[in-house]
T-cell receptor
Framework: NAGVTQTPKFQVLKTGQSMTLQCAQDMNHEYMSWYRQDPGMGLRLIHYSVGAGITDQGEVPNGYNVSRSTTEDFPLRLLSAAPSQTSVYFC???????????FGQGTRLTVV | GENVEQHPSTLSVQEGDSAVIKCTYSDSASNYFPWYKQELGKRPQLIIDIRSNVGEKKDQRIAVTLNKTAKHFSLHITETQPEDSAVYFCAASRDSSYKLIFGSGTRLLVRP
């Protein structure tokens, strides 16, 4: 019973590098989302998807891209990492959409 | 845009005392209000939620109240225990929205 799986757990990037944070869920949830967590600011929504082939922007989408080619996977791409993107990233899924979100274990990203 | 404010940012109580965390929301169309608990280094996990057609909901030592007129909702923890120490987040969303908007979090410390 894996639930929501994120990889990697830790990552250090140099400014300007690109990378993809992976997220997979095995609960057949339609809704998936990415949040970033910064001290004193709670969880802020980056992008979300209501189903395969459908994505939309959240509160803080700049600098991030997403795609949803399958129900199970929802990768988050950083095209050109910046120090301001240093954060802990959480992927979440839910069913029905927007309710009872289950979170992955998080990815701690440091951009130097 | 949508906003959720959460107070206090930190709360320290003696074991056995009660703890209250309050949130206000800006979007009058919000009708779902979950609370998440995040232990140090772990993922947020849903502990209780309430929908707009209910004024209060209780689950053992945890209760949530909702005042739609004033647009605020609160988490009440009675007979606190050291294992209640964690960061608590409130959130709000609409039925028709696929977004959870989170408060900034409350760090609760229960002193033995």
């Amino acid at each position: 019973n894996a639930g929501v799986t994120q990889t990697p757990k830790f990552q250090v990037l140099k400014t300007g590098q690109s990378m993809t944070l992976q997220c997979a869920q095995d609960m057949n949830h339609e809704y998936m989302s990415w949040y970033r967590q910064d001290p004193g600011m709670g969880l802020r929504l980056i992008h979300y998807s209501v189903g395969a082939g459908i994505t939309d922007q959240g509160e803080v989408p700049n600098g991030y891209n997403v795609s949803r080619s399958t129900t199970e996977d929802f990768p988050l791409r950083l095209l050109s990492a910046a120090p301001s993107q240093t954060s802990v990233y959480f992927c979440a899924s839910s069913q029905p959409a927007g309710k009872d979100a289950f979170f992955g274990q998080g990815t701690r990203l440091t951009v130097v | 845009g949508e906003n959720v404010e959460q107070h206090p940012s930190t709360l320290s109580v003696q074991e056995g005392d009660s703890a209250v965390i309050k949130c206000t929301y800006s979007d009058s169309a919000s009708n779902y209000f979950p609370w998440y608990k995040q232990e140090l280094g772990k993922r947020p996990q849903l502990i209780i939620d309430i929908r707009s057609n209910v004024g209060e909901k209780k689950d053992q030592r945890i209760a949530v109240t909702l005042n739609k007129t004033a647009k605020h909702f609160s988490l009440h923890i009675t007979e606190t225990q050291p294992e209640d120490s964690a960061v608590y987040f409130c959130a709000a969303s609409r039925d028709s929205s696929y977004k959870l908007i989170f408060g900034s979090g409350t760090r609760l410390l229960v002193r033995p």
